[in-house]
């Protein structure tokens, strides 16, 4: 059988169990061109929230009764593509469930020889190719600037810091607690680490960025992104990968003085990864020479089970994940 | 005697005219190397508010009884620089007065017989170099676009309309009231203008973009920009040309959903023209040719008299100007 989980409701604010189901359905058997997987690990992104909305968007929502989509890491059970063979570990969109049919040309074969394969969701995956194309396409990293990244601890602030180390600039995080922050700056390697959380969270933001701000690169928004507007210097350049605070519709939009994009002339720019894929293979060249010469660091948040992946989504909404957050769904 | 108009105070809100105070000195001698020049045209412009008050800018502030800043037209007088004689009509910083001392390299010279002299402050002056590096370098219009352009009748936005049809596109302009309408489609040739003072305005402008606005040629923000927002297609880029509704703060700062920043992936991006000399002679060229040709045209609004520039200073804040407001100093 296949569970599967399903969109039951559509949320309303923050999501809740009740508005996922799951159901157990027989197995498909593969048509000609297509494949049968199992599905080993469910990436959880903060992407998702948005397929839950019944609104225009850069994809399709899901709709109500619909598997809720994800990128997997699977084996190959049943081929009928004449490029993949049973025990074959390929990644792919096999959404939330235990058993996919995807077509062959939807899947890349991975080596699980070469690399662990839950980095392909990763540091070498989606949330990577994010942090690479967005700090140095969008973002253009001079050496000496000063970058700030929000959710610095997560699968694409860690890695934006880390490239941003790699070329040469000052490297602030913002992240939620102390145990974040520190794994920040003790592991990661940035130059300091910021609790959002904490009262004096805009004066000491301030305080370690003393020669203002080159780049911000904003996962967040809402009080985080306030906090980093006035310290944006000139020509500043504002990678907007990510709003969680607004996915949920629980911050109101931040108050930003436009005079500044004007004054100082600053980018904002907005970007979806996977408008990017003419980078993929200069992603992937550079970061997996990083990962090789020890030069970035990445963290998995692995969670037992596909049942629990509402709750560790919800969790991840609220930033209660620590670093990349996966689903291991064969157990 | 030279009489000049000081800032007297830092205006809170709107300039009033005791903002402002003339004076009389006598008229000075140049050094060497410099000329004096009678004004004969002085430029009145948005970007002066900014110089009014006492914060980090792109300039340094004018300080309080300190002689207001503004291109001229001038006449030279004496020349102590071999470059230039009595009699000849100069581009400078000559400021808000009769008569200025200039150093002859910040000075270049005009020929009346081949254009108006006043067209050196607008259609081929500053303005118009926003307008065109604006337009053509940061918004980069593809032929069918929709362009959408606020202050569209004044000395930028009018240009910016009429080289964004040049380039194929389809144009809006938002202007106040009926008779700037009215020019702006029938004498610029704009494809609709839309009255931001009538009541259904975010209404009229949605149904004169019915393909949604890919470029927003923004210089006045609040809630023009507002009513623009909604309507932007993926792929949008808002250059900031001037945000006039915020420059006396009486306008807080428009609310704007940042996820279609993310989502529809914008690009908002700030520009002073200053920075952006590499293109004078490409604009010079360009506009040079589309005025010999009748593709553009201009419009001028003249106040003479230079104890008259505080009070048209203050209507321009207002949008009571229709056109390049300039002032005629020599009478």
């Known amino acids: ?100 049919l995807m077509t062959g040309k939807t899947l890349r074969k991975l080596d699980p020889a070469s690399a662990p394969v839950t980095t392909a969701l990763g540091v070498v995956g989606m949330p990577g190719q994010s942090a690479y194309v967005g700090l140095l396409d969008i973002g253009q990293p001079q050496p000496t600037e000063t970058v700030v990244v929000s959710a ?86 504002v990678v907007i990968c990510g709003l969680i605070a607004h996915y949920n519709d629980a911050t109101p939009a931040p108050i930003l003085d436009l005079r500044a994009v004007l004054i100082k002339r600053f980018t904002l720019r907005g970007f979806i990864i996977t408008d990017h894929n003419v980078r993929l293979d200069d992603f992937q060249r550079d970061v997996s020479a990083w990962l090789r010469e020890g030069r970035i660091k990445y963290r998995e948040d692995i969670v037992d089970g596909l049942e629990h992946a509402p709750e560790a989504f919800i969790g991840l909404l609220h930033g209660r994940n620590f670093g990349k957050l996966i689903v291991r769904v064969a157990l």
Request: charged share 20%.
């Open 1 to 100: 059988m296949n569970r599967q989980i399903r969109l039951a409701a559509r949320p309303v604010g923050f999501p809740k169990e009740s508005d996922f189901e799951m159901v157990e359905i027989p197995v498909a058997e593969p048509s000609e061109g297509e494949v049968l997987t199992r599905t080993l690990f469910l990436s959880l992104d903060p992407y998702m929230r948005g397929r839950m909305n019944d609104t225009r968007s850069y994809s399709p929502p899901v709709p109500i009764g619909g598997v809720m989509v994800g990128r997997t890491v699977s084996e190959v059970v049943t081929s009928r593509d004449p490029g993949f063979t049973a025990g074959d570990v390929v990644l792919g969109f096999g959404n939330w469930q235990d058993y996919a």
């Open 152 to 237: 610095a601890s997560g699968a694409v602030g860690s890695l934006v810091g880390q490239i941003a180390k790699i070329k040469g600039c000052r490297v602030v995080g913002i992240a939620g607690g102390d145990a974040k922050c520190r794994y920040v700056v003790d592991e990661l390697g940035f130059d300091a680490c910021i609790d959002h959380r904490a009262a004096d969270f805009g004066a000491a933001l301030a305080r370690a960025c003393p020669e203002g701000v080159d780049i911000n690169f904003e996962n967040v928004g809402g009080a985080v992104l306030q906090a980093v507007w006035p310290l944006l210097n000139d020509f500043a350049r």
